[in-house]
């Protein structure tokens, strides 16, 4: 299991070091090792199925120790202890959870890196890409298989690295250095909090096990209080790296990065490494009164955000990331009502067809050397290829039946409607569902349908060529077809005894039965047409009930089109608030700290040393004077102590 | 009687001590020394080791007090005129006093042991004797550090070439 | 004969010792010219001689000891004048005076 993470690793520090010597630079590297991990997530995968079908073990017993012949499935190696009091362990720590995100990461990780070997061909800086790329793939593999939450802290934060490395790409561009130092600051508020929670977990429960917390959170050994607050902080974590509202401000800048580095990191894999956290530590999370709520709540406050905040959007991208955001805000909304099944069938899609998105969206970008949707349009006939895809993807996220997003949504729902909280969650849910068919629908009318906008540009709009064009009809293929796995038929067909419900889901409550709601169902498969009916009405030919729409509420507009000025109110905060409070910091550094402590010390010692020359008068009968008293008050005190 | 031959020593020895650290005349400082150091003798003499009495004129008197004549005339205290004492006086006295307080009350403080039975007077040969016998190894260094301060004090007493 | 230790008391020696030697050490103190604080570092020291050969004769007369000691007092006393006094010879030589108070270079 370790040799999962560890071909990447050791990709990344072959191609730091040799990169610049190798033909192409060396990216058939990456990609080689790159397709032998995810060759070795198959065969794990095919060693649980074999498992679960042969010796009818139940899915639990499969997964723990000793039961099943899973390459480490749980094992663990001492790590450091101080004897008597803390006895830290490393290992892994696989179950189904775990399966998923592997297969999510390394498969669009791998359509990822084939891309780029056409989108960012005779780059600079291509070589040093693939590393890092390497790097965080590495560091991904091992957050998700990480046992114990030191372990897995560290891989946070190297994913973090990696992120921003990956987002400062071109270099040469302040907006890129300030998208990823943003980028690193926001999640590093979250990060903070994450930190902090697994350090009050530590200090109640000496240990950092994941498994060994959670059991003990079951139990009730762990006081309410720092439950509760140790709970919090690691939410805080989950919501700066999956950018909830409101640390998500850094997703839509961190669009600075090139596409590939959006559609792996931004949109299937580090972003949902906060869902990871709080699918992991779910356990924890439900025992703690209010939690659920908190991360339901979060979750929707984020998705109708972003969904509103899309519509205005111009920058092709950018619409695309806040589809993203959309869609981490639904993955938390389901693990706040305990629907874990629902939340990671909806990431396991969502990994396709957003990397399907954002690809095409490169693709677009590639063509036509422009982002912004005001100057495309009609590139239906000039992209064969990537148009139908990105229909494809942008459908699948609408949740167009029968492709894979609608399958995830209506688990999601009806996981709403079973869950304990109020109905209006699950209201609030539905209705956003109208909302990203419309936007969805928009971007795909403004991009490729109508009349093109700039001559220029279309003019020059050439399709992309295969190393491109071969990961995003993979793509398209899985985001039709992933829904699929809900079927028990699917399921078996593949080698596992049951559908997705009943091989993912939520550890305290057991397998679910997949059945179709269909009063949910129908209501949502109508809201969707609704949604992208009214898109391609509003949005073809040149979008004139949009500029109505628009004029109608120009207040209304430029709130949508300058996301609620939340970025305008934290760099305000930023500036009146952090650096006032650095300034007062500096002068105490400054004026007590250097000039009275360090200076001062130095320059009394001179003092005393410049008064004390006088002294030395070089005059013999003073210092006989002076060996005399030392002589007498000897005596005396000798006497005295005697005496 | 010996009490009274006592107070006439220490009275010759105290006069003598002062009139060394107070008389401006330098010269007659150096015999108010000679002075006290006979008188130093006649104590010795009081407890019955003559041998020391005999030692103390023949050195001190005979040798330190010459050399320390010589010394005057050499560095021409006569000619030059130099102040005598200097501005540490009052201080000096303080620490003097204090030093002399401090014994002073150490010794009446302590119990001092007592030989119980008779005082018997040391005669002469066994000094010599045991000079030579027990004491024979400090005796042989005092014989090197005599030695010494000859040759020291001739190679710093010498004339280089050139000075006048 | 008659013996010292029965007619004065050992304090009477111990305390003329003690007066010397303070009188020794306002002279070093307190005189300017070399060779006078010289004879104040010889009173000084036959102070020590006497409270030597007293305690020795007082407390422990078999022994000796003290008397042994003042010899080599005495001894050492010697020579240490004449080289001192060689050394204020060389002194006076290079500065022209043997006023200690003048002799000054190790001044900060």
Known sequence: MWALPALPAAGFVFLLLTSQFLPRKGDYVAIGLMLAAFVLVLITGKNVADAIGDRSLSLADCFNVGGCPLAGSERSWDWFSVPGYIDIRIGTYVDQITLVMLFCVTFVGLMVMIYSTGYLRGDRRYGWFYAIVSLFIASMLTLVIADNLLLLYG??????????????????RQSAAEAAKKAFVTTRVGDVGLLIGIIILFVQTHTFNIQQILAMA?????????????AVLIFAGACGKSAQFP??????????GPTPVSALIHAATMVVAGVYLVARMLPLMEVVRGMPELITG???????????????????????????????GLMMVALGSGAVGAAMLYLFAHAFFKALLFLSAGSVIHATEEQDVDRLGG????????????????????????????WAKDEILVGLRHGHLTP????????????????????VMLTFFGAPKDAHVFEHAHESPPSMTLPTVLLAVLAIVSGFVVFEGVGEALGFHSGWMGFVYNLAEGPEEFSVDWTLS???????????????????????PARRAAAFSPAGYRLLLNRFYIDEAYQWAIDHVVLAAGQVVAVFDRAIVNDTGVQGTGETTSFFGWLGKYSQTGRLPNYALAIVVGIAVIVIVAFGYRG | MTQVFFDIMAATIIGGALGVVLIRNVVHAALFLIMSLMGVAGV???LSVEFLALVQVLIYGGAVAVLIIFALMLTRVGELKQKLDGDQRPLAAVAALTLLGAFATVMYKTTWPRDPGQLTVVPFDTIGTALFNRWAVPFEVASGVLLVALVGAVVLAMQEEGER | MEVVSQEIPLEHFVMLSMVLFSIGVYGVLARRNAVLILMSVELMLNAVSINLVAFAVYTAPSLFVGIIFAIFVITIAAAEVGLALAVVLRVFRNRGTSNVDEVNALKW
């Open chain 1, 247 to 256: 640390l998500h401000v850094w997703l839509p800048d961190a669009m600075e």
């Open chain 1, 298 to 328: 979060i979750g929707l406050a984020t998705t109708i955000l972003a969904a509103l905040i899309g519509l205005a959007q111009r920058d092709i991208k950018r619409v695309v990331a806040y589809s993203t955001l959309n869609s981490l």
């Open chain 1, 155 to 172: 891989a946070w934060e190297l994913v973090g690295l990696c992120s921003m490395l990956l987002i400062g790409y071109y270099n040469d």
């Open chain 1, 218 to 230: 079951e139990a009730g050994e762990i006081p309410r209080e720092w439950l509760t607050a140790s």
């Open chain 1, 379 to 406: 590139l239906w006939s000039k992209l064969p290829i990537t148009g139908p895809v990105f229909v494809v993807g942008a459908l699948a996220m609408a949740g167009l039946i029968p492709l894979s997003g609608y």
């Open chain 1, 522 to 544: 129908l209501l949502s498969v109508v809201l969707v047409g609704l949604g992208l009916a009214g898109g391609y009405w509003i949005w073809h030919g040149d979008a004139a």
């Open chain 1, 424 to 443: 209006i969650v699950l209201a609030a849910t539905v209705i956003s569902l109208p909302i990203t068919a419309l936007y969805m629908a928009r971007v």
């Open chain 2, 44 to 46: 010795y003499i009081l």
